[in-house]
């Protein structure tokens, strides 16, 4: 499951994998309201399997209110998904 929270930072994705397996994640995209809020052409990092894991977005635009979508790349392929965002 996929979700967002805004800090004093900057932008935090979070990424649970109930799964047994590792997720690599690469090459993120969040969107909402058809503008991209950051786009990171590199390696995110690895979320094990049964873990959660944080991703900083470093210069992210602010959201404003609406669904966010995700795109991303895995080692499993594409990811395309709704995040929700939390407080």
């Known amino acids: 499951s996929w979700s967002l929270r ?3 930072q900057g932008l935090v994705l979070t990424a649970t994998n109930t799964g047994s ?4 994640l690469s090459d993120v995209e969040i969107e ?5 809020i950051v786009k990171l052409n ?3 990092g690895y979320v094990l399997g049964g873990a ?4 900083p977005l470093d210069n992210a635009k602010p959201l404003v209110a609406g669904p ?6 895995s080692d ?3 990811i395309e ?4 965002v939390r407080n």
């Open 6 to 8: 805004q800090t004093k």
């Open 21 to 24: 397996s590792k997720l690599r």
């Open 32 to 36: 909402q309201a058809g503008r991209t």
């Open 42 to 44: 590199q390696l995110a």
């Open 52 to 55: 959660t894991m944080e991703f």
């Open 68 to 73: 966010v979508r995700l795109k991303a790349q």
């Open 76 to 78: 499993a392929g594409a």
């Open 81 to 84: 998904a709704d995040v929700s």
